[in-house]
């Protein structure tokens, strides 16, 4: 097999990325994207590697049942969302074989406790976050996201098309329309930002981020020349300025408020939250609702436990389950998140929830080896999932009960192995559709000390 060599194949499987998996007729397994279990294709090979290849789908020759016709004309180019030419029942049925395999392959521990995913019943629209990036194209101003495998701008918001992003809330598709105006009037942009974020309260309040380099004419002051006529779009409350240096992590940059209060507010189940652009917040506000109830649920309060929220954000699980516990603890290692926590506590009136900033692996260590015994223990780490510090540490807290909510089914099928090991046992898994017409999968999982 070489690169440039045409293959056709059967397609038996998909993986964690929504690519199709093939076997050529040498046994070599290829990742066919935007192929769907089941069908027969002919494939170009594109990169071929030791132990498997890629290539690109040249003709579908016998479709799938499953295949359908993607609703955004955009799909096939744009990598925003890699399963919309998928049935929206056959994602779900996907995406729980995906975490029952990896629960099973990587954690070791028996599948048959994961429950069948949680869908939406109008999977579209759903995001109250979106990031777009900027770029200039002759006279105009494209705002989209990068094709698949390339930096190129899809214009996935485009005022004279009037196409909009089938996955962003219908309120951020108007105000990024209202923003892209903006953007190409030349009397006011001398300079762009490279992208930018809209965030969108359920209270219909939009907070408005404009990315950029700190260097040369597009540091994050140069574009404070926007703020005027974006700070006036109809919804949007406050404009903010991110500059991120040299590199396109967006951790290590600097914020800093360029019209209005520097944040939005949103309403989860009677409770209010404050949102700052550096916090972390749940994307799909009606299943945000259904993850949260389920991890109420496993946590089984009877309003005399203590509760520990390891990466806890602005407080949004620690908050949700206090109401119900004696005392709540809440570790994060971002400032502004804690920050934002503390105020929401303060805005919801709860007083048995206190917020401390650190790296948790660190922090819940050191209160546990000063006696620190929380009975819940709520994890809800980022993709990368728990340092074995924050697990251990767990373990010799005594808690009885853990309740783990995880972005990645890989990292979390990895931590719920390792606690196996130190003692709890599996007892239930609950896959939530976040992020519909996406391979992403939220997971909430609960486990016992044996």
């Not at 998909?14 to 007729?25: L, Q, S, T």
């Not at 998928?86 to 028996?110: F, H, M, P, S």
């Amino acid at each position: 097999m070489q690169v440039g060599q045409e293959v056709k194949l059967q397609i038996t499987d998909i993986n964690r990325y929504g690519e199709g998996i093939g076997r050529a007729n040498e046994g070599m397994v290829i990742f066919v994207p935007g192929a769907v279990t089941g069908e027969q294709v002919a494939v170009r090979i594109k990169e071929l590697r030791k132990r498997y290849a890629r290539g690109t789908l040249l003709e579908t020759v016998k479709p799938s049942e499953y295949r359908v016709m993607p609703s955004c004309g955009l799909a096939e180019r744009c990598g925003g969302c890699n399963l919309q030419h998928i049935a929206y029942n056959e994602q779900l049925r996907w995406k729980t074989t995906l975490v029952k395999q990896n629960i099973a392959r990587i954690g070791g521990v028996d599948r048959g406790v994961v429950r069948d995913i949680i869908g939406m019943k109008d999977p579209w629209h759903y995001r109250n976050n979106v990031r777009l990036k900027v770029q200039r194209k002759g006279g105009k101003v494209a705002l989209g996201f990068f094709a698949a495998e390339s930096h190129q701008v899809v214009a996935g918001i485009d005022n004279v098309s009037g196409a909009s992003c089938l996955l962003a809330h219908s309120d951020l598709n108007r105000v990024a329309k209202k923003v892209q105006a903006v953007l190409e009037d030349s009397a006011v942009c001398a300079a762009l930002p490279e992208e930018i974020m809209l965030r969108l309260g359920s209270t219909g309040e939009v907070m408005v981020v404009l990315i950029c380099k700190t260097s040369g004419a597009q540091s994050g002051e140069s574009l404070a020349g926007l703020t005027g006529e974006i700070s006036v779009i109809p919804g949007v409350v406050t404009v903010v300025g991110y500059a991120r240096g040299t590199s396109k992590k967006t951790g290590g940059g600097r914020y800093h408020t360029l019209a209005g209060r520097g944040y939005i507010e949103d309403e989860i189940d009677g409770l209010r939250f404050r949102i700052s652009a550096a916090s972390f917040y749940q994307v799909n506000p009606s299943q945000t609702a259904v993850l949260y109830q389920k991890a109420l649920e496993y946590s089984a309060l009877q309003g005399n436990e203590d509760v520990a929220d390891a990466y806890c954000g602005v407080g949004t699980i620690a908050l949700y389950v206090a109401r119900y516990a004696k005392a709540v603890r809440g570790y994060e290692v971002v400032p502004g998140a804690v920050r934002d926590a503390e105020a929401n506590a303060a805005l919801n009136g709860i007083e048995n929830a206190r917020f401390l900033t650190g790296a948790v692996e660190r922090v819940l260590a050191e209160h546990v080896d000063k006696g620190y015994h929380p009975e819940v223990v709520v994890l809800d780490p980022p993709r990368s999932g728990c340092r074995t510090e924050v697990l251990d540490a767990l373990a010799q807290s005594g808690a009885r009960r853990v309740v783990y909510v995880s972005c990645d089914p890989a990292t979390l099928a990895r931590d719920v192995g390792y606690l196996h090991r130190l003692g709890f046992m599996l007892q239930e898994v609950q896959p939530v559709d976040m992020f519909p017409h996406t391979g992403h999968v939220e997971t909430v999982v609960l486990m016992s000390r044996v």
